[in-house]
């Protein structure tokens, strides 16, 4: 993991600053004419600036390809792309080739004159830029998130910057300049190609949800680390459903951390179902050592990063981001302790309708699925990867691995949402319930959800150090 910042100004301490945190194992700095490109490095495997002749690379990231270093091979591919001055087929055929393989990445490079950018097709890394009579782009300290469907170049000899969607076919388009409304208006990549799953019958779902599960488990495979196992373990289904894939993928000798945040005490929600979460994992699971991870956090201890969280959910302004920032911040502060990587349940509610206003609008809930999952990357993962990533710890989320993406947005409604007459008949995520009642987890598949700064105790606690 990495941060990563280009500009042709004075970059602030700050800003720098926040680079740093995310890879406090190295930062190296290159000039070009009048620009600045900064690499700062997390060794998970390696990702410095690479300069070779005519283009400097800028990598953030995993490509679940195998390889020692997968910097190594989006270096070699920069090396041997063809010479195309002032078109998009140079940065169409590094992404071709990092997409050959699921990844999550932001990567950005330097090629005649040219600074091209863009992320995988999910957006799981933090990655955006400004523009006002300077440029910016980085992991952090931008305006605008940049949108995963789209590849982007900046023209040094104009100042302009354009985009244009992976999935054009003319790959030496000369690109359209960046609109504001290009996020809810543009392309949405995940869903062409998506098979539709239509509902047949009730016994139907136990056949999907061992697909699912069976993804979920692929998807945890990728994504296993030579550091200890950690989850951010809240009280609900989605870290539940994590763990319990884990388990199956993991050396049995590894034990599997669970990281439980409160912000007050013994008494949030988090606290009590996850406890309870942590003794079914431990019962159905007897070979496993699970360790539960009690990380109480004080009101003085909020009021004291108040101002960072503020600065590192920007260009998220609102109190429910903020909230949200201190609850995956104090987690992952207290996950650097076991590992430089921790996986998440990021996207499940997104992606299995899992919101109560789901529930509430059914007739067009597909649609506010397929549109929540399209602005995620602007929503929430930016967001979250920059607040968990200060604690030079990496984010992992195998709901977003790009294979389950897909699957989820091929499902039918009932699938997702149970609309029954009765309100304790009404439920989000159906799917997922059922991998927990086939796996042993009856009881566990019947918690509601509660959303993380509730859960945690936090929102209780909010006007006391605001």
């Known amino acids: 993991m990495c941060g990563i910042i280009v500009a042709n100004s004075t970059i602030p301490e ?67 792309i063809c010479e195309c001055a002032e078109c998009f087929c140079v940065v169409k055929k590094v992404y071709e080739m990092v997409n050959a393989y699921e990844n999550e990445v932001a990567i950005c490079f330097y090629f005649k004159n040219c600074i091209y ?17 300077v440029f910016y782009a980085g992991s952090v300290g931008f305006e605008i998130e940049a949108n995963p469907n789209l590849l982007y170049q900046y023209r040094l000899r104009d100042h302009k910057l354009l985009c244009v969607p992976k999935d054009e076919n003319t790959t030496c388009h000369k690109g359209q300049v960046c609109q504001q409304n290009e996020i809810l208006h543009g392309p949405f990549l995940l869903k062409q190609g998506v098979v539709r799953i239509n509902w047949c019958e009730p016994k139907d779902l136990e056949s999907q949800a061992r697909i699912l599960e069976n993804l979920l488990i692929q998807s945890c495979r990728r994504r296993v680390h030579r550091f200890d196992s950690v989850i951010l373990f809240g009280g609900g289904i989605d870290s539940l459903i994590v763990a319990m894939v884990l388990n199956k993928v993991l050396e049995k000798e590894k034990a599997i951390y669970l990281v439980n945040t409160s912000f007050d005490e013994k008494k949030s929600w988090d606290r009590s179902y996850g406890l309870a979460n942590y003794q079914a994992l431990c019962d159905v699971y007897k070979e496993r050592e699970f360790v539960f991870v009690e990380n109480d956090v004080s009101l003085e201890e ?27 911040y104090f987690s992952a502060k207290r996950a650097k302790n076991y590992t430089k990587v921790v996986y998440t349940g990021m996207g499940a509610d997104e992606l299995f309708g899992g919101y109560a206003k789901y529930l509430k609008g059914v007739n067009n809930a597909r649609l506010a699925i397929d549109r929540d999952v399209k602005t995620l990357f602007r929503d929430n993962i930016g967001r979250d990867d920059r607040i968990i990533a200060d604690n030079a ?10 294979d389950v993406v897909k699957f989820a947005l091929g499902l039918d409604l009932p699938y997702l949402v149970n609309a029954g007459e009765h309100r304790n008949e009404q439920c989000g995520k159906v ?21 993380v700064q509730f859960g945690s105790g936090l929102k209780k606690q909010e006007k006391k150090f605001r």
Do not use: W
Request: charged content about 25%; overall charge neutral; proline content about 4%.
């Open 14 to 80: 700050k800003t720098k600053k926040m680079a740093m945190n995310r890879g406090p194992d190295a930062i190296t700095e290159t000039k070009v004419s009048n620009f600045t490109f900064i690499s700062t490095t997390l060794s998970i495997r390696d990702c410095p600036t690479r300069k070779n002749g005519e283009s400097i690379l800028l990598y953030n990231g995993e490509i679940y390809n195998g390889a020692p270093s997968d910097t190594d091979s989006v270096q070699e591919c920069l090396e041997t």
């Open 117 to 133: 950018f863009f992320k995988d097709d999910v957006g799981r890394k933090s990655f955006g830029f400004t523009i006002t009579d």
């Open 302 to 328: 909020v009021s004291c990063v108040l101002p960072m969280i503020e600065a590192l959910v920007y260009p998220k302004t609102s109190v429910m981001d903020v909230n949200i920032g201190l609850c995956h």
């Open 393 to 402: 710890v990496e984010m992992r989320a195998p709901f977003l691995d790009k």
């Open 431 to 451: 799917i997922l319930r059922k991998i927990l009642s086939l796996s042993g987890f009856e009881n566990e598949s019947e918690i509601s959800k509660k959303a």
